[in-house]
């Protein structure tokens, strides 16, 4: 492992892998993002890429199914679904509600961690895929690691409702790698999820807007009588 | 074709920054101008200004020792020694060239920020003292990104020479498309915007002193000596450009022979690359918003983040 000179991967891992890293970095900027509107915007390029890389493999490894999927998860993931949060962010009236509990730098730092924590522990699984190097793996599980902190940290309904989003991202990169001839099918079930969780994350905003006048989620902490 | 000797081209290494810089930091004015609307600064500004500080008188404030006078040169001197370490115009190393590795020129380059940031804590002027004192800071906050870029080019090459790391970067494509490299360039970016006074909270070309950190440390500066302080900060923003675009992200067009061709191809070609990323640099100055003076440390950690990711592809074979 530590023969690091030794060889770079080829031109298809080493893209690939870039794919992965952009997708971790754009999870790191909606932890980032001050605008709740360009949290979605991130969330929406995210999507893209994942897309992107779900193509890279279909086109790499010759796995047909895989374009439908990336056309599909990018029409829902990377169009309707910021589409529509982004409308109801309109409804609210609202660009920046609550900070996160820390500072952006130590937010930063404390998810670096967090994200070294699920690359190397993946790594140490030596899970291998034919589709895609096993970095990539790792590197979806520090995405859904960032994405808790996201959710953990920020103190707003919809950075909460985009780290779930952003969540279900690194999940499907995961399944890139471990499955990535799974059943057409099965993908689509998991996009239905989605769909689901906008829903259920729409309503939640909706009805949080309408009792406390805000989207953020610091004062429900308190019991009320 | 004449051939030429080796120590010449070493040499011409030196003088092609010490010529060149002035004119890079002409065309960004002349870019940036145009890009506020304005018609800009003619491109050989610098030239003329650097012509005018010749010819003034220099003053040095009362009870200021010899050294604040020394200063000027001695970081002028490191700005011109860094260019015989890196590959200016050539791929294959100079005979001097592997006689310090990146961390030999980033030690220099410290060395002539040190020095300056000393002269000026001499002058018990206010601004300039705030403007070293600043400078000094901001430089400890950027000092583990560079060191974790140094790092990650020492994984990929097994050395940490700036030539070998130009030379694996031309080896292939799969070198490039490698995720440590892209992050560790990107990394190297953000430092560069950093050092070269351009974001996240300098104005480059204003006279706020606030705004200000590099440029007021040479506030009691005048004459010959206020010249080479200018000269050498933008020798220095030559010297990370030549770093940046030829050792990671564009070493094509260097001479691998010494034929007078191939070296005035790659006098050329450095240029031309010099003032794209110079470009580049002048749009992305003047599209991002200046922040405040403690939001810097959330741009260092975005390029620490780079830094750091690019370490662990590398510790996972990914990279």
């Known amino acids: 492992m530590f023969h690091l000179a030794a060889g770079a991967p080829n031109v298809f891992d080493g893209s690939a892998n870039t794919i992965a890293v952009i997708v971790l970095l754009l999870e ?32 790499g490894r010759g796995i047909p199914e895989l374009f439908a999927l990336a056309a599909l998860s990018f029409l829902l993931k990377a169009v309707i679904v910021p589409m529509v949060v982004l409308r109801l962010l309109r409804d609210a009236h609202a660009d920046i509600a609550g900070s996160g509990a820390l500072g952006v730098a130590s937010e930063v730092v404390l998810s670096i961690v967090v994200a070294a924590f699920g690359y190397f522990s993946f790594a140490s699984l030596g899970i291998t895929s034919s589709a895609l190097p096993t970095t990539a793996l790792s590197l979806s599980a520090a995405v859904v690691l960032v994405a808790f902190v996201l959710m953990i940290l920020r103190r707003d309904v919809v950075s909460q409702a985009v780290g779930f989003f952003s969540l279900e991202n690194g999940i499907s990169m995961a399944s890139l790698v471990v499955a990535a001839g799974m059943p057409l099918i099965l993908e689509v079930a998991f996009l239905f999820d989605l769909l689901v969780a906008v829903i259920v994350f729409g309503v939640l ?15 429900l902490d308190r019991l009320r009588g | 074709m004449i051939t030429l ?13 010490m010529v060149g810089a002035p004119a890079i930091s002409g065309v960004i004015a002349q870019v940036e101008g145009r890009l506020q609307g304005r018609r800009g600064p003619r491109i050989l500004q610098p030239y003329y200004d650097l012509a005018k500080y010749f010819h003034k008188e220099s003053l040095a404030p009362e009870g200021a020792s010899a050294f604040f006078l020394a200063a000027p040169l001695i970081s002028f001197a490191c700005y011109l020694a860094v260019p015989l370490l890196i590959p200016v115009l050539t791929t294959f190393p100079l005979p001097l060239g592997n006689m310090g590795d990146i961390l030999g020129g980033g030690i220099v380059l410290g060395l002539a920020s040190f020095i300056v940031a000393i002269a000026s804590a001499e002058t018990g002027d206010a601004y300039a003292q705030l403007g070293s004192s600043r400078s000094r800071t901001f430089g400890a906050i950027t000092e583990p990104v560079v060191l974790l870029v140094v790092f990650s080019v020492g994984l990929l090459t097994a050395t940490d020479l700036p030539y070998a790391l130009a030379g694996t970067v031309m080896s292939g494509p799969e070198q490039i498309v490698r995720p440590a490299h892209l992050l ?17 909270v300098e104005t480059h070309s204003g006279t706020l002193e606030l705004g200000m950190i590099e440029h007021a440390r040479t506030f009691e500066h005048s004459g010959p000596y ?26 094509w067009g260097l001479a691998t022979s010494g034929r007078l061709d191939a070296v005035a191809l790659a006098m050329v070609s450095l240029f031309v690359k010099a003032l794209a990323l110079g470009i580049i640099v002048a749009v992305i100055d003047n599209t991002f918003a200046k922040l405040r003076l403690f939001k810097i440390t959330e741009f260092v950690s975005a390029a620490f983040l780079l830094a750091v990711l690019a370490i662990f592809t590398l510790y996972l074979g990914g990279g």
């Open chain 1, 205 to 219: 905003m909706r009805v949080h807007h309408g009792q406390s006048q805000s989207l953020s989620t610091a004062n």
């Open chain 1, 28 to 59: 790191f900027g909606m932890l980032r993002a001050a605008l709740l509107r360009a949290q979605i915007q991130l969330y929406a390029v995210q999507s893209l890429a994942v897309s992107v890389l779900a193509g890279v493999v279909a086109g």
């Open chain 2, 184 to 200: 560790a360039a990107a990394a190297l970016f953000m430092v560069i915007l950093f050092e070269t006074a351009r974001i996240p």
């Open chain 2, 5 to 17: 000797p080796l120590p010449l081209i070493q040499a011409l290494q030196v003088l092609t920054i």
């Open chain 2, 226 to 251: 206020m010249a080479l302080l200018t000269w050498g900060s933008s020798a220095k923003q030559f010297v990370f450009y030549t770093l940046f675009i030829n050792v990671f992200a564009a070493p």
